[in-house]
């Protein structure tokens, strides 16, 4: 599976923007799916992810209420809406996915558990 995200670049702090995550290779409808974020000298840090099965949805709390993942199992596409953006988002997002595993539901903020990763995109959020 190979990913490409998309849709990063410059927006004012209370503005919008929403990423994309495209695969290929093999279709998403069976992976579980994730948004993680890494900002300048610091560690990339998990933001959002969704189940493969039930749409269960996960979100760190710096970011509910204002960031949606969802899903187009049949574009095998994977979504942040990010709504409210502060200047703290400023980051490269990254999508990764990872095949179905029971745990999930637990560890779904863990790198370890995707399998594959996007490229990354940048967002930067000016005040």
């Known amino acids: 599976v190979q990913l490409q995200a998309s849709g990063g670049g410059l927006v004012q702090a209370g503005g919008s923007l929403r990423l994309s995550c495209a695969a290929s290779?093999?279709?998403?409808?069976?992976?579980?799916m994730g948004w993680f974020r890494q900002a300048p000298g610091k560690d990339r840090e998990f933001v959002a992810a969704?189940?493969?099965?039930?749409?269960?949805?996960y979100y760190a709390d710096s970011v509910k209420g204002r960031f949606t993942i969802f899903r187009d199992n049949a574009a095998s596409t994977v979504y942040l809406q990010m709504d409210s953006l502060k200047p703290e988002d400023t980051a490269v997002y990254y999508c990764?996915?990872?095949?179905?595993?029971?745990?999930?539901?637990?560890?779904?903020?863990?790198?370890?558990?995707?399998?594959?990763w996007g490229q990354g995109t940048q967002v930067t959020v000016s005040s």
């Open positions: 990764a996915g990872g095949p179905q595993r029971p745990t999930f539901r637990l560890y779904y903020s863990q790198p370890t558990l995707y399998a594959y």
């Open positions: 969704r189940g493969w099965s039930d749409s269960s949805t």
């Open positions: 290779g093999r279709t998403l409808s069976t992976y579980n």
